[in-house]
Nanobody, 127 residues
Framework: QLQLVESGGGLVQPGTSLRLSCAIS????????IGWFRQAPGKEREGISC????????NYADSAKGRFTISRDNAKNTVYLQMNSLKPEDTAVYYC????????????????????WGQGTQVTVSS
């Protein structure tokens, strides 16, 4: 079955970096757009970044632009989110998600597009 498993979260100090990984199994990654979302306590889940099926198109929320980078390795069926200059407001559970999409189609950051979700990984930014 389709499965997404996040890893790489943890407790870090402000200004440092983390790289999250989303390992995907059960389907060919190059037919799916992948997104990263996060949900802080008491807040709605929000889209952070996405990458289209072939990796040529990426999209970022304003909160992630300039600090986060999404990438994918289709050979390893893994998508990454490199997060730099982390801030306390980045504290949240981070989820990766997937939906099937035509090749070269731009990815979307809206939750409703995504059909498959991982279980999440906690990121805490605190001094």
């Amino acid at each position: 079955q389709l499965q997404l498993v996040e890893s790489g979260g943890g407790l870090v100090q402000p200004g440092t970096s983390l790289r999250l990984s989303c390992a995907i199994s059960g389907f060919r990654l190059d037919y799916y757009a992948i997104g990263w979302f996060r949900q802080a306590p008491g807040k709605e889940r929000e889209g952070i970044s996405c990458i289209n099926s072939r990796g040529g198109n990426t999209n970022y929320a304003d909160s992630a632009k300039g600090r986060f980078t999404i990438s994918r390795d289709n050979a390893k069926n893994t998508v990454y989110l490199q997060m730099n200059s982390l801030k306390p407001e980045d504290t949240a559970v981070y989820y990766c998600a997937a939906y099937e999409v035509l090749p070269l189609r731009r990815c979307a950051l809206s939750l409703g597009e995504y059909d498959y979700w991982g279980q999440g990984t906690q990121v805490t930014v605190s001094s």
